[in-house]
């Protein structure tokens, strides 16, 4: 139900309840310091001071403090005259229990103390109506309001506070998922890359060195060595790889990144497959963050890759362009394959993902001269392209 009708409900109950105080006690009589005197009759006056103490609970959510400073107000004030109080002052205590149960610790406790003193001190003015029966009884409630107020705000605290570990933890479990999973595609990524490409060499040397195997020995044997040293450099790396996913941190070897710099080795490891590469390179060349340097060399490894694959006999050209805020990775052939022939594989989503990741951009399409064009633009120094 809304919270405003249950206000307005309890504000008319509690209401009802002290005009049928006033109207059914005002026959009976109360012991004062000066003898046996009745109640006084039932006014205007009477009514009015206890519409005001019990009406503005229906705001007790809104204003609480200034909803218990009215309402107290007027009940003392109707004791005071003499009015006919009912067996416990029902709206007050209903606005001190709002004041404790919204309210912080010391306002909560200084609302309770106010209302005990003006409890005690309509009971020894000379005109206090409170025998020590209802005097004891009025006190017991105002301390319990305030008491039982405040400790339904600390277990709401509690369990907000509860609920909010709840949260964390289930915001942590799928930052965790979330970190696993990117994690996992990252090594699939590095997996894809480091076999495929070093596959596709062996494969590419070991047909050279059958065709060639007969007539030119000498031709074979390079094809040979070539093999075993492009070998050697994908069990390397894949160690490293591997070694990521080992415990005993202690006993893993681990091997640099490869980088830019390694750029070279790579391009003779293509060109000893039968692909021939030129490296063009525009600006002066700079160090760049670790993450930047894989990634450019996943890249061109990878498109090389593909062209080594589908492209048949051509040639490659990478150019390496350092801007200002960002480095350019063109890699072209002029072989006869079409861009068409890269989409279903894994090569180009790693590489559309890797330059997405540092905030990149990727390309795919044909060549000016045939072919097809890798263009990649990574961010530097927290520069988008």
Do not use: C
């Not at 019990?54 to 109707?78: D, E, K, N, Q």
């Amino acid at each position: 139900m809304n919270p405003a009708v249950v206000d307005g409900l309890l504000a008319v109950l509690v209401t009802g309840l002290a005009l049928a105080s006033l109207v059914g006690r005002a026959s009976q009589v109360r012991l004062t310091p000066v003898g046996h005197v009745g109640f006084r009759t039932a006014d205007a006056v009477g009514v009015a001071l206890l519409l005001l103490g019990t009406l503005p609970i229906a705001w007790r959510r809104h204003a609480p403090l200034l909803v218990l400073g009215v309402s107290g107000a007027a009940f003392f004030l109707y004791e005071e005259l003499g009015y006919a109080p009912p067996p416990l002052p029902f709206a007050p205590l209903i606005a001190l229990y709002t004041v404790a149960v919204s309210s912080a610790a010391l306002t909560a406790a200084g609302a309770t103390g106010a209302m005990a003193i003006g409890v005690a001190a309509a009971a020894v003015t000379h005109r206090g109506p409170l025998t020590h029966d209802q005097f004891l009884a009025y006190l017991l409630s105002t301390v319990a309001a305030g008491v039982l107020g405040y400790g339904v705000q600390l277990r709401s605290r509690v369990a907000s506070l509860e609920q909010q570990a709840v949260q964390l933890a289930r915001e942590q479990a799928d930052r965790t998922e979330l970190a696993v999973e990117q994690e996992q595609a990252r090594i699939a990524r590095e997996l894809h890359d480091i076999v495929a490409h070093n596959i596709s060499v062996i494969v590419a040397l070991a047909g050279a060195a059958r065709r060639v195997a007969d007539a030119e020995l000498e031709h074979a044997r390079q094809a040979l060595s070539a093999i075993e040293l492009t070998g050697r450099e994908a069990l390397t790396e894949m160690r490293r790889l591997l070694g990521v996913l080992r415990t005993d941190r202690g006993e893993t070897e681990r091997a640099p990144q490869p980088g830019l710099d390694r750029l070279p080795f790579l391009l003779a490891q293509v060109e000893q497959a039968g692909l021939p590469v030129q490296l063009t390179i525009h600006g002066i060349p700079r160090p760049l963050p670790a993450g930047i340097e894989l990634s450019a060399y996943r890249i061109v490894q990878e498109a090389l890759t593909n062209t080594l694959k589908h492209a048949g006999t051509t040639r490659a050209t990478v150019v390496l362009g350092y801007h200002n805020g960002y480095l350019e990775l063109q890699i072209r052939d002029d072989g006869h394959s079409a861009t068409g022939e890269l989409v279903p594989g894994q090569g180009l989503v790693g590489m559309q993902q890797r330059a997405a990741l540092l905030g990149g951009e990727l390309a795919v399409g044909p060549g000016p001269e045939g072919g097809v064009q890798v263009t990649a633009k990574l961010p530097a120094d927290g520069h988008r392209p």
